[in-house]
């Protein structure tokens, strides 16, 4: 089945800080793979995509590449700012299906 | 362009009521998804509805339903309501077309809650 593991929260880094929330994922075939953030008091937002293996996808300084050798699709970001104070989802998309699979979500505070 | 919008902001019901969620979609997206966000249990897929057909359904009972109207707008209908049922019920829009995959423009959700 589908599934997705993500880093265990919550983190706290101090501004400038670099941000590593590591997921990764368990699907048959060849799926997409997402990064969508909530900010407080708000939707899910999409922040990057990646639809193959080696993809990177980028947004807001926000990194993340499709590794299928390790099924992973860590965030990383060099330097946080407090606006960057969010929960992290990782989420899947079957090929062919249309449902996301998402992770537990990893809440990330930065603090000044 | 507008967002994907839900209505009502927060549902407050007793347990065995009736619950009545609604979504719009964006303008030109056929493809309308419901999300549960339980706290302690994260965002679980719990149905889509594409060309006013229901697609796939998640592991939910039947209690959840739901319907696509030709507009394209939704309604998620939860009967029987238990205290478990209290979450962020959000809505997301997609275009769809065959097998392909887009991604998904989320609303800002119904906070349901069951006393």
């Known amino acids: 089945g589908n599934s997705v593991t993500q880093m265990e929260g919550p983190v706290t880094l101090s501004e400038e800080a670099f941000l590593t929330i590591n997921c990764t994922y368990t699907?048959?075939?060849?799926?997409?793979l997402f990064w969508y953030v909530q900010y407080p008091g708000e939707g899910l937002q999409l922040l990057l995509k990646?639809?193959?293996?080696?993809d990177k996808g980028s947004n807001k300084g926000f990194e993340a590449t499709y590794r299928k050798e390790t099924t992973s699709f860590h965030l990383e970001k060099g330097s946080v700012q407090v606006s960057d104070s969010a929960v992290y989802f990782c989420?899947?998309?079957?090929?062919?299906?249309?449902?996301?699979?998402f992770g537990t979500g990893t809440r990330l505070t930065v603090i000044p | 362009e507008a967002g994907v919008t839900q209505s009502p902001t927060h549902l407050i019901k007793t347990r065995g009521q009736q619950a009545t969620l609604r979504c719009s979609p964006i303008?030109?997206?056929?493809?309308v998804y419901w999300y549960q966000q339980a706290l302690g249990l994260g965002l679980q897929f719990l149905l889509w509805?594409?060309?006013?057909?229901?697609?796939n359904r998640g592991n939910f009972p039947p209690r959840f339903s739901g319907r696509q109207f030709p507009n394209y707008s939704s309604e998620l209908n939860v009967n029987a309501l238990e205290l478990e049922d209290s979450a962020l019920y959000l809505c997301?829009?997609?275009?769809?077309?065959?097998?392909?995959?887009?991604?998904?423009?989320f609303g800002p959700g119904t906070r349901l809650t069951v006393t």
């Open positions: 997301a829009s997609s275009p769809y077309s065959g097998a392909q995959s887009y991604e998904q423009y």
């Open positions: 699907a048959t075939g060849y799926p997409s």
């Open positions: 990646a639809t193959k293996a080696d």
């Open positions: 989420a899947l998309v079957q090929t062919g299906a249309n449902n996301l699979f």
């Open positions: 303008s030109g997206h056929t493809s």
């Open positions: 509805y594409d060309e006013g057909e229901e697609r």
